[in-house]
């Protein structure tokens, strides 16, 4: 069955490093893939997503390229902020949304 | 309202009792999903709607849990006879489309969290 894995938290990262959280999947077809934020006391709001193969998301500094190849969706940003400070998932969507298990950041001032 | 609301945020039950839950999603949203979120865990799916028709309940756990949404709009999530292993946060979406299109965004409630004791 399809499925998520992306790295496992807490990461912590000082102001302006850059950041990256892994994720890879599987899946039987050509899903859509998402990365999912959560800030605290809010609740989940879609960050960037791409749907084909080297599609290219990006929001608020944030970036995920879909590769086939590696079966890989990986979140980078170049400098972080404390205000980033969140919750990210990873998700896949095929015939429904399969999230991976969150990845907690903390961005330390 | 301009985003997708739940009600109510917590509640608190006592094992065995019945609970339910509700979701407004975004007016004219076509598609409607429950997921369930445990502690330190990802979302998971319970089941979907396009508009009052339940197309897919393939998470719900148990047949304690039951989905409706009558008119296509407002939906409902009752939880009989609660376990301890219900208590999670409960989550709504909506997209504006069916769930074939596969670009379009789901956009979530703040969840409701249910603690059974």
């Known amino acids: 069955g399809n499925s998520v894995t992306q790295m496992e938290g807490p990461v912590t990262l000082s102001e302006e490093a850059f950041l990256t959280i892994n994720c890879t999947y599987t899946?039987?077809?050509?899903?859509?893939l998402f990365w999912y934020v959560q800030y605290p006391g809010e609740g989940l709001q879609l960050l960037l997503k791409a749907t084909k193969a080297d599609d290219k998301g990006s929001n608020k500094g944030f970036e995920a390229t879909y590769r086939k190849e590696t079966t890989s969706f990986h979140l980078e940003k170049g400098s972080v902020q404390v205000s980033d400070s969140a919750v990210y998932f990873c998700a896949l969507k095929d015939d429904k949304i399969i999230f991976g298990k969150g990845t907690r950041l903390h961005i330390l001032p | 309202g301009a985003g997708v609301s739940q009600s109510p945020r917590y509640k608190v039950a006592k094992r065995g009792q019945d609970v339910a839950l509700r979701c407004d999603p975004i007016?004219?949203?076509?598609?409607l999903f429950w997921y369930q979120q445990a502690l330190g865990q990802g979302p998971e799916f319970l089941t979907y709607f396009q508009n009052e028709a339940q197309l897919d309940k393939s998470g719900l756990p148990s047949d304690r849990f039951f989905a409706e949404r009558p008119e296509g709009s407002v939906s409902t999530l009752k939880i009989q006879r609660t376990q301890q292993e219900d208590s999670a946060v409960y989550l709504c979406?909506?997209?504006?489309?069916?769930?074939?299109?596969?670009?379009?965004?789901?956009?979530f409630g703040p969840g409701t969290r249910l603690t059974v004791l």
């Open positions: 979406a909506s997209s504006l489309g069916g769930l074939r299109e596969v670009a379009d965004t789901q956009y």
């Open positions: 899946a039987t077809g050509y899903p859509s």
């Open positions: 007016s004219g949203h076509v598609s």
